[in-house]
Protein backbone atom coordinates (compact mmCIF):
# COMPACT_ATOMS: atom_id res chain seq x y z
CA UNK A 1 0.00 0.00 0.00
CA UNK A 2 1.28 3.47 -0.85
CA UNK A 3 0.82 6.57 1.27
CA UNK A 4 -1.61 8.74 -1.38
CA UNK A 5 -3.73 5.44 -0.55
CA UNK A 6 -4.04 6.26 2.82
CA UNK A 7 -3.97 9.42 3.14
CA UNK A 8 -2.53 11.56 5.47
CA UNK A 9 -4.33 10.73 9.18
CA UNK A 10 -4.64 7.16 8.28
CA UNK A 11 -1.02 7.18 8.12
CA UNK A 12 -0.25 8.42 11.21
CA UNK A 13 -2.97 6.01 12.55
CA UNK A 14 -0.59 3.31 10.83
CA UNK A 15 2.54 4.60 12.40
CA UNK A 16 1.67 5.51 16.10
CA UNK A 17 -0.18 2.69 16.65
CA UNK A 18 2.44 0.28 18.11
CA UNK A 19 4.64 2.56 19.89
CA UNK A 20 5.62 2.18 22.74
CA UNK A 21 4.59 4.86 26.21
CA UNK A 22 6.31 6.17 29.11
CA UNK A 23 6.48 7.92 32.00
CA UNK A 24 5.81 11.65 31.85
CA UNK A 25 3.69 11.74 28.84
CA UNK A 26 0.87 13.67 29.84
CA UNK A 27 -0.78 13.86 26.72
CA UNK A 28 0.18 11.83 23.95
CA UNK A 29 0.74 11.91 19.76
CA UNK A 30 -3.26 12.79 18.34
CA UNK A 31 -3.61 15.86 19.97
CA UNK A 32 -2.79 19.94 18.78
CA UNK A 33 0.13 19.27 21.03
CA UNK A 34 1.62 16.88 22.88
CA UNK A 35 2.04 17.79 26.75
CA UNK A 36 4.68 16.19 28.83
CA UNK A 37 6.13 16.38 32.52
CA UNK A 38 9.57 17.89 32.90
CA UNK A 39 11.69 16.53 35.95
CA UNK A 40 11.99 19.33 38.45
CA UNK A 41 15.32 20.89 39.18
CA UNK A 42 16.57 19.67 35.90
CA UNK A 43 17.68 21.75 32.78
CA UNK A 44 16.12 21.36 29.31
CA UNK A 45 18.01 20.34 26.47
CA UNK A 46 17.26 20.41 22.85
CA UNK A 47 18.64 19.19 19.29
CA UNK A 48 17.16 18.18 15.79
CA UNK A 49 19.05 16.53 13.45
CA UNK A 50 17.55 14.73 10.05
CA UNK A 51 18.43 11.93 7.52
CA UNK A 52 17.62 12.38 3.73
CA UNK A 53 17.32 9.92 1.05
CA UNK A 54 19.99 9.39 -1.03
CA UNK A 55 22.48 11.49 1.46
CA UNK A 56 22.11 10.23 4.30
CA UNK A 57 20.26 6.29 3.27
CA UNK A 58 19.89 4.57 0.67
CA UNK A 59 16.57 3.21 -1.22
CA UNK A 60 17.25 -0.03 -0.46
CA UNK A 61 17.87 0.56 3.38
CA UNK A 62 15.91 -1.20 5.74
CA UNK A 63 13.01 0.71 7.56
CA UNK A 64 14.37 -0.52 10.98
CA UNK A 65 17.76 0.48 10.53
CA UNK A 66 17.10 4.00 8.97
CA UNK A 67 14.65 4.64 12.06
CA UNK A 68 16.85 3.55 14.67
CA UNK A 69 19.73 5.31 13.43
CA UNK A 70 17.20 8.44 13.03
CA UNK A 71 16.95 9.04 16.67
CA UNK A 72 19.83 6.96 17.85
CA UNK A 73 22.14 10.27 16.38
CA UNK A 74 20.05 12.65 18.46
CA UNK A 75 19.79 10.74 21.46
CA UNK A 76 23.81 10.92 20.93
CA UNK A 77 23.93 14.66 21.07
CA UNK A 78 22.37 14.76 24.41
CA UNK A 79 24.82 12.08 25.64
CA UNK A 80 27.56 14.34 24.63
CA UNK A 81 26.12 17.13 26.90
CA UNK A 82 25.94 14.62 29.82
CA UNK A 83 21.94 14.75 29.91
CA UNK A 84 19.14 12.07 29.61
CA UNK A 85 16.58 11.77 26.56
CA UNK A 86 13.52 12.44 26.88
CA UNK A 87 11.00 13.24 24.58
CA UNK A 88 10.95 12.94 20.90
CA UNK A 89 8.45 14.67 17.81
CA UNK A 90 9.41 14.25 13.95
CA UNK A 91 8.58 15.06 11.10
CA UNK A 92 8.13 12.84 7.89
CA UNK A 93 8.12 13.76 4.23
CA UNK A 94 7.87 12.09 1.73
CA UNK A 95 6.25 10.90 -2.30
CA UNK A 96 2.82 9.94 -2.53
CA UNK A 97 4.00 6.42 -3.72
CA UNK A 98 6.22 5.37 -0.59
CA UNK A 99 5.54 2.19 0.92
CA UNK A 100 3.49 2.64 4.08
CA UNK A 101 4.97 -0.94 4.93
CA UNK A 102 8.54 0.75 4.70
CA UNK A 103 7.34 3.87 6.84
CA UNK A 104 5.85 1.22 9.43
CA UNK A 105 9.26 -0.77 9.70
CA UNK A 106 10.83 3.03 10.15
CA UNK A 107 8.53 3.44 13.41
CA UNK A 108 9.42 -0.10 13.96
CA UNK A 109 12.82 0.93 14.45
CA UNK A 110 12.43 3.94 15.60
CA UNK A 111 10.37 1.97 18.59
CA UNK A 112 13.33 -0.11 19.32
CA UNK A 113 15.64 2.86 19.72
CA UNK A 114 12.89 4.41 22.17
CA UNK A 115 12.18 1.60 24.40
CA UNK A 116 16.16 1.06 24.66
CA UNK A 117 16.76 4.80 25.83
CA UNK A 118 13.61 5.45 27.30
CA UNK A 119 12.12 8.22 24.85
CA UNK A 120 9.06 8.57 24.13
CA UNK A 121 7.70 9.54 20.73
CA UNK A 122 4.83 12.18 21.67
CA UNK A 123 4.12 13.92 17.91
CA UNK A 124 5.11 15.29 15.02
CA UNK A 125 4.21 16.30 11.15
CA UNK A 126 3.85 14.68 7.96
CA UNK A 127 3.86 16.22 4.31
CA UNK A 128 4.99 15.38 0.48
CA UNK A 129 7.63 15.70 -0.77
CA UNK A 130 10.11 14.60 -3.41
CA UNK A 131 12.24 12.49 -1.44
CA UNK A 132 12.23 11.04 1.67
CA UNK A 133 13.30 13.29 4.79
CA UNK A 134 12.91 12.40 8.21
CA UNK A 135 13.66 14.79 10.68
CA UNK A 136 13.57 14.26 15.22
CA UNK A 137 13.46 17.16 17.80
CA UNK A 138 14.83 15.56 20.76
CA UNK A 139 14.14 16.71 24.57
CA UNK A 140 16.20 16.16 27.37
CA UNK A 141 17.23 16.52 30.76
CA UNK A 142 20.42 17.65 32.79
CA UNK A 143 21.17 18.42 36.43
CA UNK A 144 22.24 22.13 36.66
CA UNK A 145 25.90 23.13 35.98
CA UNK A 146 26.63 19.72 34.53
CA UNK A 147 26.38 19.66 31.07
CA UNK A 148 29.40 19.28 29.11
CA UNK A 149 30.64 22.06 26.57
CA UNK A 150 32.54 22.68 23.63
CA UNK A 151 34.44 25.44 24.81
CA UNK A 152 35.47 24.57 28.31
CA UNK A 153 38.60 22.58 27.30
CA UNK A 154 41.86 23.50 28.94
CA UNK A 155 45.41 23.37 28.18
CA UNK A 156 46.51 20.40 29.46
CA UNK A 157 43.75 18.52 29.46
CA UNK A 158 43.81 14.73 28.22
CA UNK A 159 41.92 14.10 24.86
CA UNK A 160 40.16 10.76 25.16
CA UNK A 161 37.67 8.64 23.77
CA UNK A 162 34.86 6.02 25.09
CA UNK A 163 35.60 3.55 22.72
CA UNK A 164 37.00 2.01 19.29
CA UNK A 165 35.93 4.13 16.21
CA UNK A 166 36.16 3.27 12.69
CA UNK A 167 33.08 0.73 12.51
CA UNK A 168 30.87 2.73 10.73
CA UNK A 169 33.24 3.72 8.23
CA UNK A 170 33.98 0.04 7.74
CA UNK A 171 30.37 -0.53 7.40
CA UNK A 172 29.75 2.21 4.47
CA UNK A 173 31.87 0.49 2.65
CA UNK A 174 29.84 -2.71 2.84
CA UNK A 175 26.57 -0.39 1.97
CA UNK A 176 28.11 1.31 -0.98
CA UNK A 177 29.86 -2.42 -2.62
CA UNK A 178 33.22 -1.33 -2.22
CA UNK A 179 33.75 -4.62 0.20
CA UNK A 180 31.44 -7.53 -0.32
CA UNK A 181 28.66 -8.38 1.81
CA UNK A 182 30.31 -12.06 1.76
CA UNK A 183 33.06 -11.17 3.89
CA UNK A 184 32.85 -12.47 7.83
CA UNK A 185 32.90 -9.57 9.16
CA UNK A 186 30.28 -7.64 7.08
CA UNK A 187 27.65 -7.95 8.99
CA UNK A 188 28.89 -6.66 12.25
CA UNK A 189 30.40 -3.67 10.91
CA UNK A 190 26.67 -3.42 9.28
CA UNK A 191 25.45 -3.34 12.54
CA UNK A 192 27.76 -0.62 13.57
CA UNK A 193 26.72 1.79 10.82
CA UNK A 194 23.41 1.20 11.28
CA UNK A 195 22.40 0.54 14.56
CA UNK A 196 24.64 2.73 16.42
CA UNK A 197 24.34 2.59 20.36
CA UNK A 198 24.84 6.37 21.23
CA UNK A 199 26.93 6.79 24.69
CA UNK A 200 24.09 8.29 27.21
CA UNK A 201 25.10 6.14 30.48
CA UNK A 202 29.27 7.06 29.77
CA UNK A 203 28.24 11.01 29.16
CA UNK A 204 26.20 11.08 32.59
CA UNK A 205 29.00 9.18 34.29
CA UNK A 206 31.72 11.35 32.57
CA UNK A 207 29.63 14.46 34.04
CA UNK A 208 30.12 12.65 37.89
CA UNK A 209 33.73 12.84 37.10
CA UNK A 210 33.58 16.40 37.04
CA UNK A 211 34.19 16.45 32.95
CA UNK A 212 33.25 19.60 31.54
CA UNK A 213 34.23 19.21 27.74
CA UNK A 214 32.61 17.00 25.07
CA UNK A 215 32.02 16.03 21.82
CA UNK A 216 30.37 13.32 19.79
CA UNK A 217 31.74 11.38 16.83
CA UNK A 218 29.29 12.50 14.54
CA UNK A 219 31.73 13.73 11.85
CA UNK A 220 35.10 11.79 12.50
CA UNK A 221 37.55 12.13 15.73
CA UNK A 222 39.29 15.18 13.27
CA UNK A 223 36.71 17.36 12.45
CA UNK A 224 35.08 17.03 16.09
CA UNK A 225 37.87 17.72 17.93
CA UNK A 226 38.71 20.82 15.54
CA UNK A 227 35.34 21.96 17.08
CA UNK A 228 36.52 21.76 20.52
CA UNK A 229 39.76 23.33 19.92
CA UNK A 230 37.53 26.44 17.70
CA UNK A 231 35.24 26.32 20.30
CA UNK A 232 38.53 26.40 23.44
CA UNK A 233 40.86 28.48 21.64
CA UNK A 234 43.00 25.78 21.63
CA UNK A 235 45.02 23.04 19.41
CA UNK A 236 44.59 19.45 20.11
CA UNK A 237 47.51 17.24 19.30
CA UNK A 238 46.52 13.58 18.44
CA UNK A 239 48.27 10.75 18.61
CA UNK A 240 48.30 8.14 15.62
CA UNK A 241 49.11 4.67 17.72
CA UNK A 242 47.01 6.02 20.37
CA UNK A 243 43.90 6.04 18.94
CA UNK A 244 41.39 3.18 19.15
CA UNK A 245 40.47 1.27 15.72
CA UNK A 246 37.47 -1.49 15.62
CA UNK A 247 39.24 -4.38 14.87
CA UNK A 248 36.65 -5.64 13.04
CA UNK A 249 36.88 -1.81 10.59
CA UNK A 250 41.16 -2.73 10.33
CA UNK A 251 39.61 -6.40 8.63
CA UNK A 252 37.73 -4.11 6.07
CA UNK A 253 40.42 -1.48 5.30
CA UNK A 254 43.22 -4.36 4.96
CA UNK A 255 40.37 -5.82 2.05
CA UNK A 256 40.04 -2.55 0.44
CA UNK A 257 43.58 -0.99 0.53
CA UNK A 258 42.55 1.13 3.32
CA UNK A 259 44.08 3.20 5.99
CA UNK A 260 41.98 2.53 9.02
CA UNK A 261 43.08 5.35 10.56
CA UNK A 262 41.54 7.06 8.35
CA UNK A 263 38.33 5.53 8.84
CA UNK A 264 38.62 6.67 12.79
CA UNK A 265 39.74 10.34 11.66
CA UNK A 266 37.18 10.98 8.89
CA UNK A 267 34.65 8.46 8.77
CA UNK A 268 32.35 9.54 11.27
CA UNK A 269 28.90 8.10 12.41
CA UNK A 270 30.60 6.33 15.21
CA UNK A 271 29.03 8.19 17.73
CA UNK A 272 31.26 7.30 20.67
CA UNK A 273 32.35 10.56 22.59
CA UNK A 274 35.44 12.38 22.56
CA UNK A 275 36.16 14.45 25.80
CA UNK A 276 38.81 16.01 27.74
CA UNK A 277 39.69 15.69 31.66
CA UNK A 278 42.44 17.19 33.91
CA UNK A 279 45.47 14.41 34.06
CA UNK A 280 44.64 14.02 37.98
CA UNK A 281 40.79 12.78 36.88
CA UNK A 282 42.54 10.25 34.90
CA UNK A 283 42.44 7.50 37.92
CA UNK A 284 38.66 7.88 38.18
CA UNK A 285 38.72 7.52 34.80
CA UNK A 286 40.07 4.37 34.25
CA UNK A 287 37.74 3.02 37.18
CA UNK A 288 34.54 4.40 35.92
CA UNK A 289 35.01 3.66 31.96
CA UNK A 290 37.58 1.34 31.56
CA UNK A 291 36.98 1.30 27.63
CA UNK A 292 37.75 4.77 27.18
CA UNK A 293 41.34 5.45 25.84
CA UNK A 294 43.42 8.92 26.07
CA UNK A 295 43.95 9.92 22.06
CA UNK A 296 45.68 13.29 22.91
CA UNK A 297 46.30 16.85 24.65
CA UNK A 298 45.31 20.17 24.38
CA UNK A 299 47.85 22.45 23.86
CA UNK A 300 48.43 26.15 23.39
CA UNK A 301 47.70 27.25 19.92
CA UNK A 302 44.95 26.70 17.24
CA UNK A 303 43.89 23.60 15.37
CA UNK A 304 44.42 19.82 15.13
CA UNK A 305 47.43 17.84 14.73
CA UNK A 306 48.25 14.13 14.58
CA UNK A 307 51.88 13.25 16.22
CA UNK A 308 53.04 9.92 14.50
CA UNK A 309 56.71 8.94 14.20
CA UNK A 310 57.54 10.44 11.57
CA UNK A 311 56.64 14.23 13.92
CA UNK A 312 53.42 16.15 14.14
CA UNK A 313 51.33 17.52 11.33
CA UNK A 314 48.41 19.36 11.14
CA UNK A 315 45.32 17.52 10.41
CA UNK A 316 42.26 20.81 10.26
CA UNK A 317 40.06 18.67 7.54
CA UNK A 318 36.56 18.31 8.96
CA UNK A 319 33.56 16.92 7.63
CA UNK A 320 30.89 19.17 5.49
CA UNK A 321 27.62 18.33 4.77
CA UNK A 322 27.39 20.16 1.29
CA UNK A 323 30.09 18.41 0.00
CA UNK A 324 28.57 16.09 -2.73
CA UNK A 325 28.15 12.13 -1.98
CA UNK A 326 27.75 11.92 1.50
CA UNK A 327 26.91 8.12 0.50
Not at 174 to 200: D, F, I, S
Amino acid sequence: MQIKDLGEFGLIKALLRDQPHFEGVIVPAGDDAAVVEITSGMRIVYTCDCMVEDVHFLATARGEDVGFKLLASNISDIAAMGGKPRFAVITLVAPGETLVEWLQDVYRGLGECCVLYGVALVGGDTSRGPKIMLNIALIGEIEPGKEMLRKNAQVGDLVCVTGPLGGSAAGLRVVTGKVPRGLPVAPYVLAKHYQPHPRVEEGQALTRLGCKCANDISDGLASEALEIAEASGVSIELVDEDIPICSKAEQIAKHSGEDPLGYALYGGEDYELVFCIAPSLLPHLIQVLPGASVVGTVKRGQGVSLLSASGARPINTAYNHFNKGDL
